[in-house]
């Protein structure tokens, strides 16, 4: 009798050329239809891809939480009787001068800190593109296609809106364009919802196919005072930190200071400093004898989601606004474009194109799946806010006014988008919890979910 596989789907007569393309997709799947091969969105994928998926959103899930405590914490302390002490704090410089170091707190937590988040994004887009499901295209389009329609939307709806009102904030116009996957999960979270696999799948390919979109906008567009030599210098420390992975160089008293001397050349080069980590997750090999992504990512990633992220949070989101016009605020341009293309530019943007997909291709939903749980997916989406804060802060500098404008739009649309994604994935829960019921499903204990094993071949 032939070995039982995993995950697989039962052989087919006059297989067509694509079918090996296809049947590995995790988002755009295969199913025998009449004797024809039609596409299936949103199906579940692989089991080792789906722990995987679990066990990083579990993270990410914990590192929302703190990241919305550490909002709330800022905005309550940054509207309290002792606000002074707030902005002492955000404001107040240290690092060494010799070095051009001497930075405020805020300056330390967007360019220091986050690097780390954006390090974890450079290997989670490498695994992504080697071993996971950007590397099949097939199983990319959909997610990818999402993503860019779902940041050009947005930044389309700012643009609108701040060209017809004047244009003064129209440098502002990639603000709305990043979804925060960890601020996503934490509403769910809050909510309780058992979103399935699938949709989990997607949201965290999209988020981080949104993340490489706004890492370029950063670099192309929010970096100043440009010095080729540093940048150089930064890349050949860069390339030196690859070559020591590739071959399987793992001290952290090696590569830690590697890292941070090319963080700090890419700071002096006046590419956003960010940037540096994008670049040392991405030569951090994922296959081979010294694959060290996955164990660098699952070491850095709790630092990233349950500190880095939230310290920067804390000195972001606290924008006052006891004692001045929460009316002005409102009606400036910049705040109005923010929250419409977080609620609206988003939804228009990966609804639209994932409805457009299934049109043209004809590929149709999973069969527990229906668009209202796409539409609330789209919700998800506008949930932007580390990546959209950081984008405020380099386009209008931070503590200025329209930066503040920039943190009432963020906070206002991100709270709308979770609101009204609640309320649609609220009304699904009980299928998503008939859907988690089959997919953790194990009637032969072998410790593979019975969804996930292939049937015999005849």
Known sequence: ????????????????????????????????VAGRLTRRLFTRGTWPEAQRVK?????????????????????????????????ALRDAHIGPDFLGLNMSVAHWAADGLLAVFFLVVGLELKHEFVAGDLRNPAAA???????????????????????????????????PAATDIAFALAVLAVIGSHLPTALRSFLLT?????????????????????????????????????????????????LAP??????????????????????????????????????????????????????????SAG????????????????????????????????FGSTFLVSKFTKAKLDENLSWADVFGLSLLGGIGFTVSLLIGELAFGTGSVK????????????????????IVLGRRNRIYRRIEEEETRDADRDGVPDVYQRPEPA
């Open 55 to 87: 066990e990083l959103l579990r993270t990410e899930t914990i590192g929302g939480l703190i990241l919305l405590a550490a909002a709330v914490a800022a905005i309550v302390w940054a509207n309290s009787p002792w606000r002074d002490g707030y902005e």
């Open 403 to 422: 930066d503040d404008h920039v943190k009432v739009g963020v906070l206002l649309g991100s709270l709308l988008s979770a609101l009204l994604a609640s």
């Open 206 to 254: 999209l988020a981080v196919v949104d993340d490489l979109i706004a890492i370029t906008i950063i670099a192309i567009f929010y970096s100043k005072g440009f010095s080729l030599g540093w940048l150089l210098a930064s890349l050949a420390v860069i390339v030196v930190f690859g070559v020591l992975t590739q071959r399987g160089i793992k001290h952290w008293a090696i």
């Open 319 to 350: 924008v006052t606004v006891v004692g001045t016009s929460i009316t002005e605020t409102l009606a400036d341009a910049v705040t109005l474009g923010v929250i419409a293309g977080l609620v609206l530019g988003k939804v228009v943007g990966i």
């Open 258 to 315: 590697l890292a941070i001397v090319a963080w700090v050349f890419m700071y002096k080069s006046g590419v956003h400093a960010t940037i540096a980590g994008v670049l040392l997750g991405l030569v951090v090999p994922v296959k081979g004898k010294h694959a060290l992504a996955h164990r660098i990512e699952h070491r850095l990633r709790p630092y990233s989601a349950g500190f880095a992220v939230p310290v920067f949070a804390f000195f």
């Open 141 to 175: 389009a959909v997610p990818v296609i999402a993503a860019v329609c779902g940041v050009a939307m947005p930044a389309l709806v700012y643009v609108a809106i701040n060209a017809s009102m004047g244009g003064a904030g129209l440098k502002g116009w990639a603000i």
């Open 1 to 32: 009798m032939a070995k039982r596989h995993k995950n697989s789907l039962p052989p087919m007569k006059d297989e067509q050329p694509s079918f090996e393309e296809f049947k590995e997709a995790a988002h755009v799947a295969p199913v025998a």
